[in-house]
């Protein structure tokens, strides 16, 4: 069976406001499955932010898994996000997932991977999924040439410029902010 998959995420911390944003389509092989998929959650009673590309079923597993560990870290997110990470590399189950997540708080923003991975960004950006080269390279400008905008402004300029040039990118985008 052909998975579900497909997508790009951007975030970034930007004059001390959050911003992370989705696309929303959804691909099964080379046919846009869905086109207003929501990628983009609010965790931890409006305190983080999370963001997923991959297999959307994965995802959600990921997600939820996520939300246990913050449960079980007193709401440390990134501690969360290493027991995630661990669990998730180390684990028969875990480790088939096929997806990746980024999640924030208003102080830091992390990306997390299946091969164990806890990346820190730098600049305050971080994207991942199909565009997200194009989402990253857009937003990296964005940040340099126009600080003038909102953090949430510039997300959406960059999902913008990735669906533009990525065709696994359509220009639905949920944006979820934290002040």
């Known amino acids: 069976m052909t998975k579900i998959r497909s997508t790009t995420v951007l975030g970034m911390i930007h004059n001390g406001k959050v911003a992370l944003g989705a696309d929303g389509q959804a691909t099964m092989?080379?046919?846009v499955a869905k086109s207003n998929v929501k990628k983009v959650r609010k965790l931890a009673d409006g305190k983080i932010l999370a963001g997923f590309a991959g297999s959307t079923a994965d995802a959600f597993t990921l997600i939820e898994k996520f939300e246990e560990k913050l449960g079980a870290y007193g709401g440390n997110m990134k501690r969360a996000a290493i027991e995630l990470a661990k669990d998730w590399r180390t684990d028969r189950y875990l480790r088939k997932l096929e997806a990746m997540m980024i999640v924030a708080n208003k102080d830091e923003m992390l990306i997390i991977s299946g091969t164990g991975?806890?990346?820190?960004?730098d600049n305050q950006?971080?994207?991942i999924g199909s565009g997200s080269m194009y989402a990253q390279s857009a937003a990296i400008a964005i940040k340099k040439h126009a600080q003038h905008l909102t953090a949430?402004?510039?997300v959406e300029?960059?999902?913008?410029?990735?669906a533009d040039i990525c065709i696994y990118t359509n220009h639905n985008l949920v944006i979820e902010t934290l002040d």
């Open 152 to 154: 949430k402004e510039m």
């Open 29 to 31: 092989g080379n046919t």
């Open 157 to 162: 300029e960059g999902l913008h410029i990735a």
């Open 125 to 127: 950006i971080a994207s």
């Open 117 to 121: 991975d806890v990346l820190e960004p």
